[in-house]
């Protein structure tokens, strides 16, 4: 069955520098997006991507992030300057869109953030 | 803020069925309602959805009260494997897809041996 995967597994980094972390949807979906879970607490939304534009973005995705598709089969987010609070799970998800109805979003399992 | 209401925590005995109720008493009439579990250290794994009518597939049912305002997720024969926090998220049609889910707190069902 395809899966989103994403890597690294865990990324260890300073506080201030840039962090990229990459996913690889599900190869036939159209639309994308970045969660973060924060250790101990709720999922929650960051951002999401369709024919290479930002769709729907929360509050927590300031001008620190970004999001790229840089070719066919990649999607990434970007932080410029972590700080401490950026630590969490990064997960990345597909989803395929049929206009007359919703269609599930797919997870990988994550990329483990931890700012020092 | 998530728009559904669920236990904290359950406990079912292995083997037996699982029933997660969720309550979502403000959903809308183009909203769907949509089930994740998240098992320890891994991504949010979708399960089923549906929008007014019961709904089946190989992991589990959804059984949705005409009032469209309860919810309860079954899984008919749970194995430990089962063990996760369960997810109930309301989801507008917006026909787009682009919408991102809001997570609550989830339901944390435990399998006993």
Same mark, same amino acid.
């Given at each position: 069955?395809?899966e989103?995967?994403?890597?690294?597994?865990?990324?260890?980094?300073?506080m201030?520098?840039?962090?990229?972390?990459?996913?690889?949807?599900i190869?036939?979906? =159209?639309?994308? @997006?970045? @969660?973060r879970?924060?250790?101990?607490q709720?999922?929650?939304?960051?951002?999401?991507? @369709?024919?290479? !534009?930002?769709?729907e973005?929360s509050?927590?995705?300031?001008?620190?992030?970004?999001?790229?598709r840089?070719?066919?089969?990649?999607?990434?987010?970007k932080?410029?300057?972590?700080? =401490? !609070?950026?630590?969490?799970?990064y997960?990345?998800?597909?989803?395929k869109?049929?206009?007359?109805a919703?269609?599930?979003?797919?997870?990988?399992?994550?990329?483990? =953030?931890?700012?020092? | 803020?998530?728009?559904?209401?669920?236990?904290?925590?359950?406990d079912c005995?292995?083997g037996?069925?699982?029933?997660?109720?969720?309550?979502?008493?403000?959903?809308?009439?183009?909203?769907?309602v949509?089930?994740y579990?998240?098992?320890?250290?891994?991504?949010p794994?979708?399960?089923?959805?549906?929008?007014?009518?019961?709904?089946?597939?190989?992991?589990?049912s959804?059984?949705?009260?005409?009032?469209?305002?309860s919810?309860?997720?079954?899984?008919?024969h749970?194995?430990?494997?089962?063990?996760?926090?369960?997810?109930?998220?309301?989801?507008?049609?917006?026909?787009?897809?682009?919408?991102g889910?809001t997570?609550?707190?989830g339901?944390?069902?435990?399998?006993?041996?």
């Open positions: 069955e395809p989103v995967t994403q890597t690294p597994s865990h990324q260890v980094t300073q201030g520098q840039e962090v990229i972390l990459r996913c690889v949807p190869s036939n979906h =159209l639309y994308f @997006y970045w @969660y879970q924060i250790l101990g709720k999922v929650e939304f960051l951002v999401s991507f @369709y024919n290479n !534009e930002i769709s973005k509050e927590i995705f300031d001008d620190q992030f970004s999001v790229e840089p070719d066919g089969s990649n999607f990434t987010l932080i410029r300057s972590t700080k =401490l !609070e950026d630590s969490a799970m997960f990345c998800a597909s989803s869109t049929i206009r007359l919703n269609q599930p979003q797919h997870f990988g399992d994550g990329t483990r =953030l931890s700012i020092l | 803020d998530a728009k559904t209401t669920q236990p904290p925590s359950m005995a292995e037996r069925a699982a029933n997660l109720p969720c309550n979502h008493s403000t959903i809308s009439g183009n909203e769907y949509y089930w579990r998240q098992i320890h250290s891994q991504g794994q979708y399960i089923i959805h549906g929008l007014k009518n019961n709904e089946t597939n190989e992991m589990a959804l059984i949705i009260t005409e009032d469209r305002k919810s309860t997720l079954i899984l008919p749970a194995t430990l494997r089962d063990t996760a926090v369960y997810y109930c998220i309301v989801r507008a049609n917006s026909g787009g897809g682009a919408d889910l997570f609550g707190k339901t944390h069902l435990i399998i006993q041996p």
